[in-house]
């Protein structure tokens, strides 16, 4: 009974995480905007005796209240006055929010309003580098020496040493290895995402078959699509569809099975529009790769806002600095940041690279004329949309959507004059033909439609050989600090550059004449910074077993956790780096180690001293994310096609209005319905509901480490769902014909399901199961226990 502490504790971390990430993400930044003029201590008065720049002081509110109350939004004087439900009590006082700004208050604290800001209200913090340097995962790569150990039979590679050493030092053991059983299906899970197939002879795994496997790089570009937000919507107030961001998603893919460096596989998402190619093939391959940084979230509502440009450029640092680097940078915005040696200045260096790049994602609405609005072409393509083209487009658009207000107006007026206004549809139709000035704007509203509908058949005829990618701007410039993040109060122009903490005189120098990105992908992968193989060595450990040396997976600064073997983490780090940046060859090191093979087995003494299991004292019991719950029961049912979707039906088509609410996502998701979960179009609030129920993350978060519930809908689900009735139907179907009796069927539904034999007491109490079913229904019996074994814990977990 206590395993599950164990496990809460080994995942409180990972949605605390997330918790301060929406933070950081959704309100701060609103709070910087609208609040502090009036309430921080750069404020000429503080209103009200309200402090609103720390958790303190946004607890303890001003003269009238606490200005927020933890989980209670009805007791929240900030909710009440951001809904204006006061008219003497109404903030921001000059302009009500947005509902969905208002929404992530809402949500905010419900969630227990989580809040980094320490200290005292209004406290102030400076940046010393020097002392900033010396946070253990600003340091130097080490390279420590493999540890000795007492029992030198129990280790098989050096990896276990660590291990081992770190245990004895405590007094402890590992325990026993894991069944046969169990490490085959671990291994299936872990390197493919699928159940290994009953088909294939049981005995050792061939892991480098594993590896080798197409199936490797769809579930390891999964991983990565998390941290990336992958999506194929903008999401922000409009949620426009994006029509080719899967050429992202299939680079990645196609980078993990080739085992493309990890070096190079960040370069080319940075820069891969400013690096050589070879041929056509490579530098498509390249500009694809850069969409790393274009599909990320935009407000589409905000194109003409001056703040929008502002806006993209914060996300893209934030998702860069959490995936790649484990740092939050975008905390630097609007001040120096709170706990790590990153200032303003260093975020704007990196703003002016960004602002000197332009993102295009393909998001066109109304006059979105100049960011996201077009699609880099591929080599093949046959011809492109001119500059000219997409105005005309663009503008008929939007005069269009004018004239439709117009349009009514007339019509209202002439069915008033002729006294028609309760004439029926058809007469009114009829009679509008007679007005003049009704015709006159009906007929213009025909003809910029037949304009655009001409661009938009163009443009579909074009998709197939376009792309989300990166380009410089036409000219690159440094950016000026926007002071408190404000976009309005312009502070010093900062030269393009990196953050000071780790810049040596061998950093490189951006190149004025292009954005710096070029610049910025060397900074990154150079072996004078110490984050980036830290970061990814860490992710690859987390993914195999079950939590990171580093627990904070994204966060490496000094809110995070510090590493449980940091020795390990560097021996890691530098073996990778020392394989030519290897991922295959990393994952093949960490399987091949005992630690990794170990047993899940309860050992009271190690779990009192060690409830957290973070020394790895056995291995983590781990439940299948979403997707391999998906893809198992695609798997086992026989219904799994393992070939992508066509092309055709990946291509999301130019339409008059491209917005996710008006479009059909069940009929979007249709030619995926056999295919893998990694094909499944993604967009920004329409998770499907089967992956929702089981924490598959919002895009729009970096998420290294998904959440894991416990909650009775996922229960429900499995009992209730339709769609778990379906596959539990089809899996009887296959167990029937593995089996010609009962006795046979038990065998071929556990090996299927389970990819174990059952025990006597399971085929006897399976077998009571078959035959005690009501009704004389053998079918739908047999789809019942299909259904149970989906329901139990050892289909959901990994022992």
């Known amino acids: 009974m206590k395993w599950p502490a164990a496990l809460m504790l080994s995942t409180a971390f990972a949605t605390g995480a997330e918790d301060m990430a929406f933070f950081e993400n959704k309100i701060r930044p609103v709070l910087v905007e609208h609040c502090y003029s009036c309430h921080s201590p750069e404020a000429k008065k503080i209103k009200g005796g309200l402090l609103l720049d720390t958790r303190e002081g946004i607890r303890r509110g001003g003269d009238t209240g606490p200005a927020v109350v933890p989980g209670d939004a009805s007791q929240s004087l900030l909710i009440k006055a951001i809904r204006y439900e006061d008219p003497d009590f109404e903030m921001p006082p000059k302009k009500k929010l947005p509902t969905e700004v208002i929404a992530d208050f809402e949500k905010w604290i419900a969630m227990g309003a989580p809040d980094p800001r320490e200290g005292k209200a209004g406290a102030v913090s400076t940046i010393d580098l020097e002392e900033g340097r010396k946070h253990w995962s600003f340091q130097p790569l080490s390279n420590p020496p493999v540890p000795e150990v007492k029992d030198k039979s129990w280790p098989r590679t050096d990896i276990d040493r660590f291990i081992l050493a770190s245990l004895e030092a ?41 590896l080798d496997s197409p199936r490797f790089g769809e579930r390891w570009a999964r ?8 999506s194929e919507s903008t999401g922000g107030g409009q949620n426009m569809v994006l029509p080719v961001n899967f050429r992202y998603r299939d680079y990645v893919i196609a980078a993990f099975n080739a085992d493309k460096p990890y070096d190079q596989f960040l370069r080319e998402q940075i820069a891969g529009d400013l690096m050589p190619a070879k041929d056509a093939a490579q530098r498509d391959e390249q500009l694809i790769a850069t969409g790393f940084l274009s599909i990320g979230t935009k407000n589409t509502l905000d194109e003409n806002d001056p703040r929008y440009i502002t806006t993209v450029v914060d ?8 995936s790649v680097l484990g740092l939050t940078l975008a905390c630097a915005r609007c001040h120096d940041h709170k706990f790590d040696p990153i200032s303003t200045r260093d975020y704007y260096a990196l703003a002016g690279i960004l602002r000197s790049s332009e993102p295009l994602a393909g998001a066109w609405r109304r006059h979105f004329l100049k960011w996201s609005q077009a699609l880099q072409p591929l080599s093949s393509a046959p011809d492109v949309l001119s500059d000219a083209e997409l105005t005309e487009q663009l503008n008929s658009a939007k005069t269009r959507m004018d004239l439709n207000g117009k349009r009514y107006k007339v019509q209202r007026a002439a069915l008033q004059e002729a006294g028609l206004t309760k004439a029926s549809t058809a007469e009114q139709e009829a009679f509008y033909k007679t007005r003049p000035e009704v015709m006159e704007v009906m007929n213009e509203m025909d003809r910029l439609q037949k304009i ?5 058949d163009k443009l579909n005829k074009l998709l197939p050989f376009l792309t989300s990618a990166m380009k410089d701007a ?23 550059g990196f953050p000071a903490v780790f810049t040596t005189p061998t950093t490189p120098k951006v190149n004025r004449s292009q954005s710096g990105r070029l610049e910025l992908a060397a900074w990154i992968t150079g072996k004078d910074n110490p984050l980036t193989a830290r970061v990814m060595v860490n992710r690859i450990w987390q993914h195999l077993m079950g939590a990171g040396i580093v627990e904070s997976c994204d966060d490496f600064g000094k809110t ?28 093949r090191d960490i399987t091949s180690s005992r630690v990794y093979q170990l047993g899940t087995a309860h050992d009271a003494k190690a779990y009192e001293a060690d409830p957290a299991n973070r020394l790895n004292w056995r291995a983590n019991r781990r439940r299948l994310d979403a997707n391999a719950l998906r893809d198992s029961l695609l798997a086992v049912s026989g219904r799994l096609v393992l070939t992508p979707p066509p092309l055709e039906s990946q291509i999301h088509l130019r339409v008059e209005d491209s917005r996710t609410k008006s479009t059909d996502i069940a009929k979007v998701l249709a030619p995926s319905e056999r295919h893998r979960t990694i094909f499944r ?25 998904r959440s894991v519930t416990t909650v009775p809908t996922q229960a429900l689900f499995l009992m209730n769902s339709p769609l778990i009735v379906e596959h539990a139907r089809h899996t009887a179907r296959r167990v029937k014909g ?10 071929a539904a556990y090996q299927l399901i389970l990819a174990r034999a059952p025990s006597d007491g399971e085929r006897g109490d399976a077998a009571t199961f078959l035959t005690g079913f009501p009704g004389d229904k053998e079918d739908e019996a047999l789809a019942a226990f299909c259904q149970t074994l989906f329901a139990s814990a050892e289909f959901r977990y990994l022992y």
């Open 170 to 210: 405590k007094g402890l053991r590992p325990v026993a290895d894991a069944a046969p059983h169990d490490l085959r299906r671990r291994l299936h899970y872990d390197l493919t995402g699928l159940p290994p197939d009953p088909s294939e002879p049981a005995g050792a795994v061939d892991v480098s078959a594993l």
């Open 223 to 230: 991983h990565w699509l998390d941290i990336a937000g992958y």
């Open 315 to 322: 996300e893209q640092i934030d998702s860069m600095g959490r």
């Open 452 to 456: 655009v509908d001409r661009h938009n």
């Open 474 to 496: 036409a000219k690159p410039a440094d950016c000026a600090v926007r002071i408190r993040g404000e976009e309005s109060q312009l502070g010093e122009v900062v030269p393009r």
């Open 560 to 587: 995070g956790q510090t590493p449980a073997n940091a020795a390990l983490l560097d021996h890691l780090a530098q073996r990778f780096i020392a394989s030519g940046w290897s991922v295959k060859q990393l994952i």
């Open 681 to 705: 179009p993604i967009m920004h609030e329409n998770v499907p509901a089967d992956l929702g129920v089981f924490d598959f993350p919002e895009p729009e978060m970096v998420t290294g480490r």
């Open 738 to 747: 593995l089996g010609k009796d009962t006795p046979a069927r038990i065998e």
